[in-house]
């Protein structure tokens, strides 16, 4: 990193969040401001597909909400204080509340067809889904157009997805749509006891991230 930052190059970090590194927001944070990252993205760290609920490392509903609940507090002081860093979430919730649109992908509940492409030039619709049943073609005989409109790419935006009891009778289903579809096991509790972390992380911090939403408007219209 020295090295980077000595040649000019700005880091930005991609953290994977697993269920036990969710259990501690204050020190994941103060090695941020330790290392002078300005930008960040935690990910989290899923289940497998094929096996889910086998994991230990795969996040949970309750330790999102409990992650992002007490990151945000300590983002928005340090904001407050000039000292402003990047946490993708934080960034896309405002930049959605404050124009409506989506910065992140499933954001709103719905996939679009992306573009990943393998080291062999494969390419597939969503990093999360490089499966056979979804492969696209291969860049290096199609073009980007060509791929895109392939059928396995309407055959994987048609799926069938699991849907929350909880987003039913959710105040923020028009805003959320159910999170994207392939993270909802780990932001939301599946079946009649379902408890959405995303839903409580809003709760709490909804008020704050209006007004800085109202901000974000502001300094677009200057």
Request: proline residues 6%; contains cysteine; aromatic residues 12%.
């Amino acid at each position: 990193m020295a090295l980077l930052r000595r040649e000019g190059v700005d880091v930005n970090i991609l953290c994977t969040l697993t269920n036990p590194l969710a259990r501690h927001p204050q020190k994941i944070w103060k090695r941020l401001e330790q290392l002078d990252v300005r930008y960040v993205q935690f990910t989290p760290c899923l289940d497998a597909l094929e096996t889910p609920g086998e994991s230990q490392y795969a996040l949970s509903p309750k330790r999102f909400a409990g992650f992002y609940n007490t990151l945000f507090p300590l983002w928005l002081a340090a904001y407050q204080k000039g000292q402003y860093r990047s946490v993708k979430l934080f960034d896309d919730v405002i930049h959605r509340l404050a124009f409506g649109s989506c910065n992140m992908c499933g954001l709103d509940g719905q996939c679009r067809a992306q573009l990943v492409v393998e080291a062999d030039g494969s390419a597939y619709p969503c990093d999360f889904y490089c499966l056979d049943e979804y492969r696209l073609g291969n860049l290096c005989e199609k073009t980007i157009p060509e791929l895109l409109a392939a059928p396995q790419a309407e055959t994987f935006l048609q799926r069938p997805r699991e849907s929350p009891a909880l987003c039913a009778r959710c105040e923020f289903r028009r805003f959320c749509g159910g999170f994207c579809p392939r993270m909802r096991r780990e932001v939301c509790y599946l079946g009649a006891d379902s408890f959405c972390g995303y839903r409580e992380f809003l709760m709490q911090n909804l008020p704050a991230l209006q007004q800085l939403a109202q901000l974000e408007r502001r300094y677009q219209r200057k």
